[in-house]
């Protein structure tokens, strides 16, 4: 079966840089998702790395290593605003599955 | 672009009846869509793989007789709880994407189940 895991909670200083961890196993990878959600929102989509390296979109990072089966969300510059759950996902085959999600909280 | 409408956003319901939940691409064709339930600060859970024109294909735990998924078009995909009860309340949340984009599928807006 399929597994991902990801820290339940991290806590970082408003302005600072934090990285958020997420290890898979599952078979017939096709690459690895990150997503924010906000409390009683659904899911939206940050980044996606198929091959290995970092992907940059503003102020968020992601990193992947295949061989590791693991990679990254790297935020910088935290604003208030991104206290949010993130959660990585991995597309096995036709379905994606998600982690159990971080929750980030960042203190002003 | 790829967006996805859910509706009704939340229900209330009575034990024994039963809710349908829509998902719609507005602006894409959708051959397969995605059901996940999501219990308070915990993960999505995938429930079924909706494929139009057949018959969903549901993870293992998930009662099919529950749980009804009709993907009728390339459009529209329904989730209907039946015969609901109070456990069956949850955040249920739909997710598509284009054909050619298997990566950064759109979610719905979700629907907020309450069964009393």
């Known amino acids: 079966g399929q597994s991902l895991e990801q820290p339940s909670e991290v806590t970082a200083v408003e302005g600072a840089i934090v990285q958020i961890n997420c290890t898979y196993q599952?078979?017939?990878?096709?690459?690895l998702s990150w997503y924010q959600q906000h409390d009683g929102g659904a899911p939206t989509f940050l980044s996606y790395n198929a091959l290995d390296g970092l992907e940059e979109t503003g102020r968020f990072s992601s990193f992947l290593s295949r061989s590791d089966s693991y990679g990254y969300l790297l935020l910088q510059e935290l604003q208030m605003k991104d206290s949010a759950s993130y959660f990585c996902?991995?597309?096995?085959?036709?379905?994606?599955?998600f982690g159990k999600g971080t929750r980030l909280h960042i203190l002003p | 672009g790829a967006v996805v409408s859910q509706h009704p956003s939340w229900v209330i319901c009575k034990s024994g009846t039963s809710v349908k939940i829509e998902c719609r691409s507005l602006?894409?064709?959708?051959?397969?869509m995605f059901w996940y339930r999501q219990f308070p600060k915990q993960s999505l859970m995938l429930m079924a793989t909706s494929n139009e024109g057949s018959k969903a294909t549901y993870e293992q735990g998930v009662e099919k007789d529950k749980f009804l998924i009709n993907h009728a078009s390339l459009t529209l995909s329904t989730l209907t709880v039946t015969s609901a009860h109070p456990e069956d309340s949850s955040f249920y949340i739909c997710s598509a994407g284009p054909r050619d984009r298997m990566y950064g599928y759109t979610f719905g807006s979700g629907t907020r189940l309450t069964v009393v």
């Open positions: 996902a991995v597309r096995e085959w036709d379905k994606i599955i």
């Open positions: 599952t078979s017939g990878f096709y690459g």
């Open positions: 602006d894409f064709q959708a051959t397969t």
